[in-house]
Every structure is written in C-alpha cells, then in structure tokens.
Nanobody
Framework: QVQLVESGGGLVQPGGSLRLSCAASERSFSTYFMGWFRQAPGKEREFVAA????????NYADYVKGRFTISRDNAKNTVYLQMNSLDSEDTGVYYCAADPGWARVRTSPRYWGQGTQVTVSS
C-alpha cells in the first residue's frame, strides 16, 4: 500500500507559479511510475504529467507542455510538479498518483493522494 500526501497548493494570480510536492510512504518508491492529475469544478479528472522511476521517460498533457515540469527525488520519496504561467484554466484539485506500470499511471493509477487545491485568480 502506497500512501501519497500532496502539498504546495494555494491561491496564485494569473501568470504566477506554484510548486506542488507529493511525499510517498513506500520504501520502494523508486520503482513506481509517478503522475499528476487534476480535476476542475464540474469536470472529470484529467491527466497532467507522469514520469518513470528513473526520470528518463516523461509525458505531459498538451495543455501543460512548456509550462509545467514534473520531477522526482527518489532519495526523498518525493515527486514535484513545477507550474509556471498559470491561468484560470489550471484551477482545480491536483492529485498525485503512483502505479507500477507506465500505461496505468497515465490512465488509471492504483494509488492516489488526497489532492491539493490550486486556484488561479486575480
């Protein structure tokens, strides 16, 4: 069982930046594929980004490419999501996710965090 705890959400103005963190409890964290999803009010949860355990494979949704950066520190059991040039469309609850498989971490991950709220507003 992998427990994931997100932090770093908050209120930011359009054009601003935030960095989300996700701490994992699992000692074998370095063997999991990690991802981020988000859910805007009234919308379905959608994929944002994912990376492999070695960080050599990274995938971003088109709507965040060039603005968001996913990274991980296996020594700290933590994955990050650096978000730049934020706009109102990025508002939502952001969820960290983990799965042993690359395909599943981007579609239906086995493990989820509780989510952290990101609000982009002036």
């Amino acid at each position: 069982q992998v427990q994931l705890v997100e932090s770093g959400g908050g209120l930011v103005q359009p054009g601003g930046s935030l960095r989300l963190s996700c701490a994992a409890s699992e000692r074998s964290f370095s063997t999991y594929f990690m991802g981020w999803f988000r859910q805007a009010p009234g919308k379905e949860r959608e994929f944002v980004a994912a990376l492999a355990w070695s960080s050599d494979i990274i995938n971003y949704a088109d709507y965040v490419k060039g603005r968001f950066t996913i990274s991980r520190d296996n020594a700290k059991n933590t994955v990050y999501l650096q978000m730049n040039s934020l706009d109102s469309e990025d508002t939502g609850v952001y969820y960290c996710a983990a799965d042993p498989g690359w395909a599943r971490v981007r579609t239906s991950p086995r493990y989820w965090g509780q989510g952290t709220q990101v609000t982009v507003s002036s």
